[in-house]
């Protein structure tokens, strides 16, 4: 209908623009989306890391290389990646057995360059995992049966363990939600599902007792009284409240907000940079921004339903949710909701490796979305 | 199998996907709904008081960074201190025109013209309000041209800073090292808030393996700041702990005469103390002043020194792997003595060369005449290649190199300094290993001959040298080298001795054997026929001693040398090493002079002028 009401030149314009996207195999909703969230990012990304232009263009550089990634994956028919899906999860499977054989060899002084091996297995994980259990479950009746989810959780395990016992558990519950998001959307039954939350629940003091780190319970214990240690564990919190407190409902401006331009907010560019959006774009800003997340996450959600095979819907739906998990974990965490975990604000926050991972995933939901019509035809 | 099959129906598992899709989006819908509550919570109702907070006088902690250890001598010596220094330093906020600046800072000689492509991009790559040094080291001239026009540079200041000094320079760069500039590698490596307002970090030797005691740890000062970030007031103070003093067990006297007595020379000089392992003497030269790293190098003089052909900055002592060549002759006797192959009263006629049983080809004594009737004890004094050819077909290889390894060759000794290469024992498995080319894997008779005289595919470092001869001297028994002796407190001033770390014994326990091979060496120094009587004869204390010598076979094909040169390190490497006093040795040495033709001519010299200063000075 409001196609009717436009100037025929903007009609012919906007058909123009969709060919080059459909060519592309892009989908113009998600890459908006993108595009607004990186411009956000290199916005914040230039106030909080002293407002050096270095930082902020190697933080575009990156992005480049990301956008090219994602570009490059899209091209990918969805056929193709399942097939090789079962050669990814085992090749990162074989990298991370590696990197644990590997790491035991150099401790101390050499553990950062362990970090940096280790990094790539547990990137390759993320899409890796749920494209397999997508590709497992691909042909099989749905709902599952009792033996299908048992070696869907196997799969989900024995890579989340490699990654725990790195030690690196934010990214292993990363992966872990993403693989619950496939077996979830691939419609186990609510008896399993609330199962599953009272064996969470029930192995909490297990957890607490004998897996978790003296540092993470620390930080637990900071979230419910942060004052109980202002300038150690808890002043990441408080400093990120008054950061984004003081920033009201229409924010300090662009580049004042004392919090972040004085350093008192540690990690102000990278896991805290939602705390400098709150601080200089106030509440307006930081709702804005949730709503371009929203958008993002929603368009992902509709790619899924309208996908074409099972394959197809469960990886993106699994894709869709695990951005929601990253953005929710991260500003709850900046605002205080959770304890504090390494989780960058996905696009937004400066540096990582993760960002390639990130839009490689969205590469994959706009193959999933592009190369459907040709399927159909 | 008799279970009900299920047919995937399309279908329904779109509308199941579909339903579970709605519940996520609610999931998602809902989460983020706490979010945003949250978030109104704190810019909403809790404004006033957080913005109370962040408006008022605002407290700001700062980095106080803690003062470097000092490095002594084992005799209480200063070798790295800090004395204060002064620099020119930058703040980019508070220049109007940084270029100008920059130009007019040249004009005045204050930084050099040729760093301001440098200096720019050093600036872009700081805060706007951070303060960066542009120069070190200001001599008393600059201070006072700078003051003087203190005007026109509005932004720069001079700052007071405490800088890495070491008295010595050259003489002991090698074994001290240095600190530098913190690079983009390291910075990944350590925890930046250790690093808060230091710059520097050590590079080598000491300075980098006791890094983290000498650094110390970053005390804090809360400052009461304003909203420009101006310091207003101190409140407290967390203070700074300074990095521990450690005491080496180097002996400075000792170490200044081996490098005067290298005089330039390509070489190195290690002594080790035999009953603790404790070095004494580390010496490779040429070497290299610390003091310039330490001031931060111009890019022109850093690649001076890495161009340089005689290679300054390569730390041969820890480094460089040479054919030991006759210096390892006493521990394949010993070998000889231990495995019964050989007994040493038995004389055994030297004819000038040594031919393998059916084989034409003759392996030459270095005396082309031959030394006549010979025993173990005048082999060993005068060096004589046919007895140790035979000897070495006698024990055979593995237990040749078995034995080589019981004195640790082949394997890195452990000192406490980084980069060491373990040298190369070899042997029929590490050929079948390190070859790809069939023919070339096999041990063949004449690679065990020669292995004999310690050449070959032999290979050991000084420190090795010097760790092999520390361990003849003490009848066996070994001990880690190590250059560190003890750990003081910089506050207290307490001092607490490291303990000498023992190593696997070399396994020999008959004494008569050790001293024959004693008596051997003491032959070689002070012995009628010795090799290096020359050098020994006159010395007023026993010592013993073993010459050597390694023929250069390789040259680069790929550098260009002059005529001259090329002969000149076309020359073989003279070596020696030595012990004294004979019956209770209190220090072994081992030293290479590169292209010095004679080890006892050339290095014998250099391990005695060495042995007299330290035994003068300790007895």
């Known amino acids: 209908m409001s196609a009717v009401l436009l100037g025929s030149r903007r009609q012919r314009d906007l058909t123009a623009l969709a060919r080059l996207l459909r060519g592309l195999h892009l989908d113009g909703f998600l890459l908006a989306g ?114 299908l989810i048992a070696a869907c959780l196997g799969l989900i395990f024995a890579p989340v363990a490699l990654i725990a016992l790195q030690p690196d558990l934010g990214t292993a519950i990363l992966i872990a939600l993403s693989g619950a998001a496939v077996v979830f959307l691939a419609g186990i039954g609510a008896a399993y599902i609330i199962g599953a939350l009272g064996l969470v629940f029930v192995s909490l003091p297990a957890l607490w007792y004998l897996v978790m780190h003296d540092y993470q319970k620390r930080r637990v214990l900071t979230l419910i009284n942060p004052d109980s240690d202002p300038l150690g564990a808890g002043y990441h919190i408080i400093q990120s409240k008054i950061a984004i407190g003081s920033g009201g409902l229409f924010g300090k401006g662009w580049l004042n907000g004392s919090q972040g331009q004085l350093e008192f907010l540690p990690e102000r560019s990278t896991d805290f940079i939602f705390a400098v959006i709150g601080e200089e774009f106030g509440l307006l800003g930081a709702v804005s921004l949730l709503l371009i997340y929203l958008f993002i996450v929603g368009r992902g959600l509709v790619i899924a339903t309208t996908a074409q095979d099972t394959f197809s819907r469960l990886l993106a739906g699994s894709i869709s949710l695990t951005f929601f998990f990253y953005i929710f974990v991260n500003t709850a965490m900046v605002t205080g909701l959770v304890p504090v975990v390494g989780v960058p604000l996905p696009l937004v926050s400066l540096g990582g490796t993760s960002m390639v991972t990130l839009l490689a995933g969205f590469g994959i939901l706009m193959s999933i979305q592009t190369h459907r019509k040709l399927l159909a035809q | 199998m008799a279970t009900t099959l299920r047919i995937k129906d399309h279908w329904s598992e779109q509308r199941l996907f579909t339903r579970r899709v709605i519940v996520s989006a609610l999931f998602v819908f809902g989460l983020t709904t706490l979010v945003l509550w949250r978030l109104a919570q704190l810019q909403v109702a809790g404004y006033d008081y957080f913005s109370a907070q962040s408006q008022g006088n605002r407290i700001r902690i700062q980095p106080m960074p803690p003062t470097r250890g000092l490095i002594f001598d084992r005799s209480g010596n200063v070798l790295a201190e800090n004395t204060p220094s002064y620099q020119l330093e930058l703040i980019p906020e508070q220049v109007p025109d940084l ?62 800073r405490l800088a ?48 983290d005691e000498l650094h110390g740890q970053v005390g804090h000062a809360e400052v009461l700041v304003n909203a420009r970030g101006r310091i207003m007031d101190t409140l ?44 004494l003497t580390f010496i490779s030269s040429p070497s290299y002043d610390a003091n310039a790293f330490s001031s931060g190098l111009t890019r022109k003089e850093f690649n001076a020194l890495q161009t340089d052909l005689d290679r300054p900055l390569f730390n041969r002592a820890l480094r460089g792997a040479y054919p030991p060549g006759s210096t390892i002759k006493p521990i394949l006797a010993l070998g000889g003595l231990h495995h019964g192959a050989m007994s040493p009263d038995e004389k055994d006629y030297c004819i000038g060369f040594f031919q393998l049983p059916g084989k034409s080809h003759r392996y030459r004594d270095w005396k082309p005449q031959g030394h006549g009737p010979m025993d173990m004890h005048d082999a060993i004094a005068e060096s004589c290649d046919v007895y140790f050819y035979k000897l070495a077909t006698k024990l055979e290889i593995d237990r040749m190199a078995n034995f080589l390894q019981r004195f640790g060759l082949g394997e890195q000794t452990g000192v ?157 490497h003279a070596l020696f090493i030595a012990f004294a006093p004979l019956q209770a040795p209190r220090i072994a040495v081992a030293v290479i002079v590169e292209n010095g033709e004679s080890g006892s001519r050339t290095a014998a010299p250099i391990a005695r002028s060495v042995i007299e200063t330290y035994l003068a000075e300790s007895s």
């Open chain 1, 34 to 147: 993108i595009a607004a969230v990186m411009a956000v990012g290199l916005l914040a990304g230039f106030s909080a890391g002293g407002q050096s232009s270095t930082v902020v263009w190697g933080q575009a550089v990156r992005m480049g290389a990301a956008l090219a990634t994602m570009v490059l994956i899209a091209q990918v028919p969805p056929v193709w990646l399942r097939r090789t899906s079962p050669w990814a999860y085992a090749m990162g499977f074989g990298l991370l057995a590696l990197v644990l054989i590997a790491g035991d060899v150099g401790k101390g002084a050499q553990r950062w360059l362990d970090f940096g091996l280790r990094f790539q297995p547990s990137e390759i994980m993320k899409l890796a995992v749920p494209m397999m259990l997508a590709a497992l479950l691909h042909d099989r009746p749905l709902p599952p049966s009792a033996g």
């Open chain 2, 236 to 279: 407290g103070n967390d203070m700074a702990r300074p990095g521990a003093d450690l005491i080496l067990t180097l002996d400075s006297r000792t170490q200044l005469v081996a490098w005067e007595a290298m005089a330039g020379r390509r070489g190195a000089v290690v002594a080790i103390a035999p009953d603790t392992g404790e070095i």
């Open chain 2, 416 to 572: 406490d300094l980084g980069g060491e290469k373990a040298g190369l024992v070899p042997d029929p498995g590490w050929k079948r290993r390190s070859f790809s080319n069939r023919g070339d894997q096999v041990w063949f008779p004449g690679e065990t001959v020669i292995t004999g005289i310690g050449q070959g595919y032999l290979l050991a470092t000084p420190l090795q040298l010097a760790h092999a001869t520390a361990t003849i001297a003490a009848r066996g028994n070994r001990y880690r080298p190590t250059m560190l002796k003890g750990r003081r407190d910089p506050t207290t001033g307490e001092i607490v001795y490291t303990d000498p770390e023992p190593l696997k014994p070399v396994g020999v326990d008959d004494d008569e054997q050790w001293d024959r091979i004693h008596s051997a060496m003491n032959a070689v120094l002070q012995g009628d026929n010795g090799t290096a009587r020359a050098v020994g004869m006159d010395a007023p204390l026993t010592m013993a001693g073993k010459s050597g010598t390694a023929q250069v076979f390789t040259v680069a094909q790929d550098e260009e040398y002059d005529a001259e040169e090329i002969s000149e390190r076309m020359r073989d």
């Open chain 2, 164 to 211: 890495r000094n070491y008295p010595y320079g050259e003489a002991m760069s090698h074994a001290i090292g240095y600190v530098g500039g913190i690079n983009a590698a390291e910075k990944r490596e350590l925890d930046e808030s250790d690093y808060a307002g230091t710059s520097l970090i050590g590079k080598v030797s000491i300075e980098r393996t006791y890094e």
């Open chain 2, 99 to 160: 270029d100008q600046t920059l130009t007019r800072l040249a004009e005045s000689d204050l930084i050099a013209a040729e760093d301001i492509g440098e200096l720019r991009a050093l600036i872009d790559s700081h805060r706007r309000f951070d303060s960066i040094a542009i120069r070190q080291r200001l001599d008393d001239d600059d201070v006072a041209r700078f003051a003087v026009q203190r005007p026109r540079f509005p932004g720069v200041e001079i700052r007071a």
